[in-house]
T-cell receptor, first 110, second 112 residues
Framework: QKEVEQNSGPLSVPEGAIASLNCTYS??????FFWYRQYSGKSPELIMS??SNGDKEDGRFTAQLNKASQYVSLLIRDSQPSDSATYLC??????????WGAGTKLIIKP | DAGITQSPRHKVTETGTPVTLRCHQT?????MYWYRQDPGHGLRLIHY???????DKGEVSDGYSVSRSKTEDFLLTLESATSSQTSVYFC???????????FGSGTRLTVV
C-alpha cells in the first residue's frame, strides 16, 4: 500500500516566522511531488510542484525534496494569517497515480 | 486556471434516488478525475478518465459510475444514493499525466 504521511497538526506558528511542513512517502519510484493549500470549505489549490532533488523557491514558499530519504517539505517564510489553511502533500507514483496525504492544519497566530 | 465548473454546487437528495454531478472544463485537458473528501479520510479517488470514453476505477468506485462523451465533460452518477455517499465531491483535471491537478469548486451532496 503506497502511503504519504503528514502530521495532522494543528501546527501553530507566530506571524512573521517560518512555517515548516513535512511529508514522507513510501514509493521509491515516485517522480513528481506537489503541495496544495486548502482553505476551509474551499477546494485544494496547487501552490508548489517539485520534480528533482533540492530546493525550489517561489516567493515566500520553498519546496524541498530528498528522494534518498523519501522526504518532501514546504517552508513558508514571513508567515501571514492568510496562510492559515490545511496543506496537502501529494506524490505521483510510478503509475502516475496521485497519492494524497491527510493534510497538516496550519494556524498563523497574529 | 483550468476553468473547471462543477454543477450543482449543493444538492440534497433522498436515499435511493439517482444523482448526476457534472464537471465541465474549458482547457482541453486530457485527464479528469472525481474525488470525494470526508473528514478523517482526506481525498479519495472515485473514478478517472484519460480521454473520451476512456475511464477507470479509483479506490472508492463502488456505487458510482462515470461517463465522458466529450473532452470537456465528465459526469459522475450515483445510481442509487445512500447516506454514506454524503460528501464533498471534487472534480480535477490535468494536461499531462505527471502534472499537478487543478480542482473545481466542489459539490456538497447530502443524502437524507
Amino acid at each position: 500500500q503506497k502511503e504519504v504521511e503528514q502530521n495532522s497538526g494543528p501546527l501553530s506558528v507566530p506571524e512573521g516566522a517560518i512555517a515548516s511542513l513535512n511529508c514522507t512517502y513510501s514509493d521509491r519510484g515516485s517522480q513528481s511531488f506537489f503541495w496544495y493549500r486548502q482553505y476551509s470549505g474551499k477546494s485544494p489549490e496547487l501552490i508548489m510542484s517539485i520534480y528533482s532533488n533540492g530546493d525550489k523557491e517561489d516567493g515566500r514558499f520553498t519546496a524541498q525534496l530528498n528522494k534518498a530519504s523519501q522526504y518532501v517539505s514546504l517552508l513558508i517564510r514571513d508567515s501571514q494569517p492568510s496562510d492559515s489553511a490545511t496543506y496537502l502533500c501529494a506524490v505521483m507514483d510510478s503509475n502516475y497515480q496521485l497519492i494524497w496525504g491527510a493534510g497538516t492544519k496550519l494556524i498563523i497566530k497574529p | 486556471d483550468a476553468g473547471i465548473t462543477q454543477s450543482p454546487r449543493h444538492k440534497v437528495t433522498e436515499t435511493g434516488t439517482p444523482v448526476t454531478l457534472r464537471c465541465h472544463q474549458t482547457e482541453n485537458h486530457r485527464y479528469m478525475y472525481w474525488y470525494r473528501q470526508d473528514p478523517g479520510h482526506g481525498l479519495r479517488l472515485i473514478h478517472y478518465s484519460y480521454g473520451v470514453k476512456d475511464t477507470d476505477k479509483g479506490e472508492v468506485s463502488d456505487g458510482y459510475s462515470v461517463s465522458r462523451s466529450k473532452t470537456e465533460d465528465f459526469l459522475l452518477t450515483l445510481e442509487s444514493a445512500t447516506s454514506s455517499q454524503t460528501s464533498v465531491y471534487f472534480c480535477a483535471t490535468n494536461r499531462q499525466s505527471n502534472y499537478g491537478y487543478t480542482f473545481g469548486s466542489g459539490t456538497r451532496l447530502t443524502v437524507v
